[in-house]
């Protein structure tokens, strides 16, 4: 799926990866941040990968989410090809070691191609991240976002409020 001149990149190295990666591009979506959500692996497709990552800038996008599992390569391998900051969502995957191998692949990149690595599955988070820093250029995302940040705080003060009534005087033994 292409937006019109979209300026975040999702991609992700299989469509097995789209249940987790999905995430990134309806937070984006709430934000009203025009994406492109597309394949692209670094084992099955390096020559993809590479002239995908190579032209990332002149294409307008600012952020490129890469969501990955198993040996997770795709967004360290992105990252080493744009100057552009990289996002990489570690995926727990069929192949993986519950994860751990996807976290340490994206997370252990050596000194100077950094990954700024969410938590397994946490594509939301990547997508709050790249909103976050498009924000740091466009007033209305930066809007959006201080909106979305105030209902988390109003939802967790009803949820404390609520769990106060039912619990007036906290646990008698």
Excluded: C
């Excluded at 990252?79 to 252990?108: C, E, H, R, Y």
């Amino acid at each position: 799926m292409t937006a019109i001149n979209p300026i975040v990149s999702i991609i992700m190295g299989s469509d097995s990866d789209l249940p987790v990666m999905q995430a990134a591009a309806e937070i984006l979506k709430q934000f009203g941040i025009a994406f492109e959500l597309t394949i692209v692996s670094a084992h099955r497709t390096p020559l993809r990968m590479m002239e995908y990552a190579g032209k990332a800038k002149e294409r307008g996008f600012k952020v490129i989410i890469a969501g990955a599992g198993g040996a997770a390569h795709l967004p360290g391998m992105v990252a080493s090809l744009t100057t552009l900051p990289v996002i990489g969502v570690p995926i727990k995957s069929s192949n993986s070691i519950d994860g751990w191998d996807s976290v340490l692949s994206i997370l252990q990149m050596p000194n100077g191609i950094p990954v700024a690595t969410v938590a397994l599955n946490a594509a939301k988070n990547a997508g709050i991240l790249a909103a976050s820093i498009i924000g740091t250029f466009d007033h209305d995302v930066s809007q959006a976002l201080k909106v979305y940040k105030q209902q988390l705080q109003s939802e967790v003060l009803q949820k404390a409020g609520k769990l106060q009534q039912d619990w007036p005087n906290g646990f008698d033994a």
